[in-house]
């Protein structure tokens, strides 16, 4: 069976300092991935997607960055996080139309 | 961004009661999904809608993808305290277009 892992589960990092949140997939092969922001309270932001290796799509303009290193892995990354990075962050898969399976999520806390 | 408009923002129940909740949007989608998220927690999906007008059932979750292709409803009957979280309506065109309603906040006093 297809599971996604996702870490760290939370993180709190300095303004100004990098960020690296990884998640893999497993049990599939050339999966569709993705990264989410949820602001407090609020509903799911997309951020990147990859249909294959070393393909990224942005959707928003912003201080993160994404990539796909290897078929099952995917990286959110950033050079300088500022206080407005904090928020929950979730990594997702598909493989079809049959909807998005999420991971856990790493909450992230700048200060 | 988010283009399914969801409602109602809360709720806050009496376990037991029934609860209802929807997304419209103005574009036509292809599939519709439900989710619910625990606290600290990703989205976990619960129903998925494939065709206009199906009506679908888990449990006591019942959904339905609406005859135009712009809604969807989820109803949970006779709720019950684990029943308490976020619920997202998602709609999707695509493989990389999922949109995502601004969620529902479901409390449940027992």
């Known amino acids: 069976s297809q599971t996604i892992h996702q870490w760290p589960a939370t993180l709190v990092q300095p303004v100004g300092s990098p960020l690296s949140l990884e998640c893999t997939v497993e049990g599939t092969s050339n999966p569709n991935l993705y990264w989410y922001r949820q602001a407090a309270g609020r509903g799911l932001q997309l951020l990147f997607y990859s249909v294959g290796i070393g393909q990224i799509s942005s959707e928003v303009p912003q201080n993160l960055s994404a990539s796909r290193p290897q078929d099952r892995q995917f990286i959110l990354s950033s050079k300088k996080l500022l206080l407005s990075d904090s928020g929950f962050y979730l990594c997702?898969?598909?493989?079809?139309?049959?909807?998005?399976?999420f991971g856990s999520g790493t909450r992230l806390t700048v200060v | 961004g988010q283009q399914l408009n969801q409602s109602p923002q809360s709720m806050f129940i009496q376990e037991g009661e029934d609860v209802s909740m929807n997304c419209t949007s103005s574009?036509?989608?292809?599939?519709w999904l439900w989710y619910k998220q625990d606290p600290g927690e990703g989205p976990v999906l619960l129903i998925a809608?494939?065709?206009?007008?199906e009506l679908t059932s888990n449990g006591r979750l019942t959904a339905q993808f609406g005859i135009t292709r712009k809604d969807s409803f989820l109803n949970i009957s006779a709720s019950i305290p684990s029943d308490v979280g976020i619920y997202f309506c998602a709609g999707l065109r695509g493989n990389n277009d999922m949109r995502f309603g601004a969620g529902t906040r479901l409390t449940v006093k027992p």
């Open positions: 997702a898969w598909t493989q079809n139309n049959y909807g998005y399976t």
């Open positions: 809608l494939y065709k206009a007008g």
């Open positions: 574009s036509i989608f292809n599939t």
